[in-house]
């Protein structure tokens, strides 16, 4: 619910920029400190566009505020679900666990990255896609609360999948970066772009190429630790076997080999724009079929367990 009004405010927000002259987007859509001589409202005598833009930095403060309690309410939501089970245990031991803590990391890493990277502009999206997220994981992934399962009970889940859950939040980001420079790309490329609109607010593509290549920068190694070292290492305590071809794994490896492919590209052979952007895309496609599709196609995987990885309050035997 929080994130809802968090993306009513953001939305409020920017349908209120179509008002305000493009030259004033900079001013208007960065908030300003909340304090004792934060103006609530503007003066009687301020002209239609001052108080507009005194209304889009109002929305602007409220949908921060809201993003970053709904951010925490989410954090204490995560820490009550593993406290719940019985014993207390770490909350991603399923799928529906995986993506409400997938989703805190996609918000808390924007947060943390907003200022820096100015990323005022990616506020409705990131939300949005959360929310979605959060969505999703209620009405079709929900397992109730319980132990974990015997496979799963080992320090590695900690490891692996914290950095399994960094690198997913982190590449989401980037894939959300690349999405919107492919729009502004095209609409530029046909001539069709324009002064008003989100898109003629949102960053040059310069900036949002920039922006995808650091989150992609970043995700990569802590995907590699993820993939390529903890996974193994898990995967030879739990079965003997460091590799054993089973789907997810294979999938897990084809997005490192997508993702290094677009580092190295980028590296090497100078690629920028919108053929890096397109690389990124099918990269974030692969790393949510290997979320999604191999635990709902796949009737081979060792990893299907991950589905409904706990043992519901039924199956738990009572001892007298």
């Known amino acids: 619910m929080v994130y809802f009004l968090a993306l009513l405010a953001h939305l409020a927000e920017w349908s209120l920029l179509r008002k305000v002259p493009v030259e004033a987007t900079a001013e208007a859509r960065e908030p300003v400190a909340v304090g004792a001589g934060a103006p609530l409202d503007p003066p009687p005598s301020a002209t239609p566009d001052e108080r507009t833009t005194e209304r889009v930095a109002m929305?602007?403060?409220?949908?921060?505020?809201?993003?970053?309690?709904?951010?925490?309410?989410?954090?204490?939501?995560?820490?009550?679900?593993?406290?719940a089970a019985e014993p207390a245990r770490v909350p991603w031991g399923n799928m529906y666990e995986f993506t409400i803590s997938g989703t805190f990391v996609v918000a808390a890493l924007y947060l943390a990255t907003r200022k820096r990277f100015g990323l005022a502009w990616m506020a409705p999206i990131v939300v949005g896609v959360v929310l979605a997220l959060l969505m999703v994981a209620v009405i079709?992934?929900?397992?109730?609360?319980?132990?974990?399962?015997?496979?799963?009970?080992?320090?590695?889940?900690?490891?692996?999948?914290?950095?399994?859950?960094?690198?997913?939040?982190?590449?989401?980001?980037?894939?959300?970066?690349?999405?919107?420079?492919?729009?502004?790309?095209?609409?530029?490329?046909?001539?069709?772009?324009?002064t008003t609109g989100y898109l003629a607010r949102v960053p040059s593509t310069a900036v949002?190429?920039?922006?995808?290549?650091?989150?992609?920068?970043?995700?990569?190694?802590?995907?590699?630790?993820?993939?390529l070292i903890t996974g193994p290492i898990w995967a030879h305590e739990a079965w003997a076997s460091y590799w054993s071809w089973d789907p997810k794994e294979v999938w897990a490896f084809i997005t490192w080999v997508v993702y290094a492919a677009y580092l190295h590209a980028r590296a090497t052979a100078g690629w920028k724009g919108r053929n890096a952007a397109i690389l990124a895309l099918v990269g974030m496609a692969t790393l949510w079929f290997n979320f999604i599709g191999i635990n709902y196609f796949s009737t081979s995987s060792m990893h299907s367990y991950a589905d409904a990885a706990v043992i519901a309050p039924a199956e738990v035997p009572v001892v007298d």
């Open 140 to 194: 079709w992934l929900y397992q109730p609360v319980g132990p974990l399962r015997e496979a799963l009970n080992s320090y590695w889940l900690v490891i692996h999948v914290v950095s399994a859950i960094i690198a997913t939040g982190a590449f989401t980001l980037g894939g959300i970066a690349s999405s919107l420079f492919l729009l502004k790309d095209r609409a530029e490329r046909r001539g069709t772009a324009t």
């Open 59 to 83: 929305s602007a403060r409220l949908g921060l505020l809201l993003t970053v309690l709904a951010a925490a309410v989410h954090l204490v939501a995560l820490v009550a679900r593993g406290m």
């Open 208 to 227: 949002l190429d920039r922006v995808s290549y650091r989150m992609h920068a970043f995700a990569f190694p802590v995907w590699t630790f993820a993939v």
